[in-house]
């Protein structure tokens, strides 16, 4: 059972666009989103991340919108950059806290082409 | 800074050969990490150590074996490596204070014959 989805797969954007990034939870009891990036041949590093008590949050050019209603959300990459090309991931956490609770989605895989 | 080394960057292996990969990390950190990347699946939970000598299983703990002799290591043992498996490795840390980002290190690719 996969308790973080992400959409989709694989996503193309052209320079300069936004990219979305979609990703959808199923246990209520999550109220921690990181979101990892990670470039071939490295691991993954930590991007931006939210609590579940915020619905937005920005930092440059990237940006997460959250839907706790929903159990949504999605990370928004702006003015969208070769360099961005990458594997994201989206992970949760719940009540119990700490980074060994975390489960990772699936990952989408950007690219950005000039 | 710091940094975490992964040993080795590539492993091949045979079917039913007992694999162990190696990991140390500089940052002082406490808590280390195992996890399988596969493709399509996103990365999942083998163990992790909170500590020198603790051991917790992940949810793909069945396999595998870990070790933690001292803060600074971690190691990863694949009981007995399945044919035509592949996947990556990855080592990471972080500090116990719950929601601490986690740090990674490059991987170990592992390639059965």
């Known amino acids: 059972q996969q308790q973080v989805r992400q959409s989709p797969q694989s996503l193309t954007v052209w320079e300069g666009e936004t990219a979305i990034l979609n990703c959808s939870y199923e246990d209520s009891t999550f109220n921690y989103f990181p979101w990892y990036q990670q470039f071939p041949g490295e691991g993954p590093a930590l991007l931006i991340s939210?609590?579940?008590?915020?619905d937005k949050k920005e930092d440059g050019r990237f940006t997460i919108f959250f839907n706790k209603r929903e159990k949504k959300l999605s990370l928004h990459i702006t003015d969208s950059q070769p360099g961005d090309s990458a594997t994201y991931f989206c992970a949760a956490s719940g009540a119990t806290g700490g980074n060994n609770k975390l489960t990772f989605g699936q990952g989408t895989v950007l690219s950005v082409i000039p | 800074g710091g940094i975490i080394t992964q040993t080795p960057k590539f492993l091949i292996g045979q079917e039913g050969q007992k694999l162990t990969l190696k990991c140390q990390q500089n940052?002082?950190?406490?808590?280390m990490y195992w996890y399988r990347q596969d493709s399509g699946k996103g990365l999942r939970l083998i163990y992790y150590?909170?500590?020198?000598?603790?051991?917790q299983k992940g949810d793909l703990s069945e396999g595998y074996d870990a070790s933690r002799e001292k803060k600074s290591s971690f190691s990863l043992t694949v009981t007995s490596a399945q044919k035509n498996e592949m996947a990556v490795f990855l080592c990471a840390s972080s500090m116990p204070d719950s929601n601490e980002r986690l740090f990674f290190g490059h991987g170990t690719k592992l390639s059965v014959l």
């Open positions: 150590s909170i500590t020198e000598n603790d051991l």
């Open positions: 940052f002082n950190h406490d808590t």
């Open positions: 939210i609590s579940s008590v915020s």
